[in-house]
C-alpha cells in the first residue's frame, strides 16, 4: 500500500517540479512541497515497517519540516 502511495506522490512533485522548471511559473511550488512532504512521510513509515527506525525518524523530521516550509510558503 505505501509503495502505490509513495511512486504516485514520487510522480505528482516530478511533474510539478518539471512544470516549474519549463514554464518558470512557480505558482504551483507550495502543492510541490506538500507533496513531496507526502512522499517523505511515506517513505519514512515504510522505513519504520521494515524495522529501520533511526532512518525512518529521520524522514518523518524532514517531513514534518518540509511541511512547515510549506505552510510558510502558503500563508505568505
Do not use: C, H, W
Not at 511559473?25 to 515504510?46: E, H, T
Request: aromatic fraction near 10%; hydrophobic fraction near 60%; proline fraction near 1%.
Amino acid at each position: 500500500m505505501l509503495k502505490k502511495i509513495r511512486i504516485t506522490l514520487g510522480i505528482i512533485v516530478i511533474l510539478l517540479a518539471g512544470y516549474g522548471l519549463v514554464t518558470k511559473n512557480f505558482v504551483a511550488q507550495p502543492i510541490m512541497m506538500l507533496s513531496l512532504s507526502a512522499f517523505i512521510l511515506a517513505g519514512g513509515l515504510d522505513e519504520l515497517k521494515r524495522g529501520i527506525k533511526r532512518r525512518g525518524y529521520i524522514s518523518i523530521f524532514l517531513a514534518v519540516f518540509v511541511f512547515a516550509i510549506a505552510i510558510k510558503t502558503f500563508l505568505s
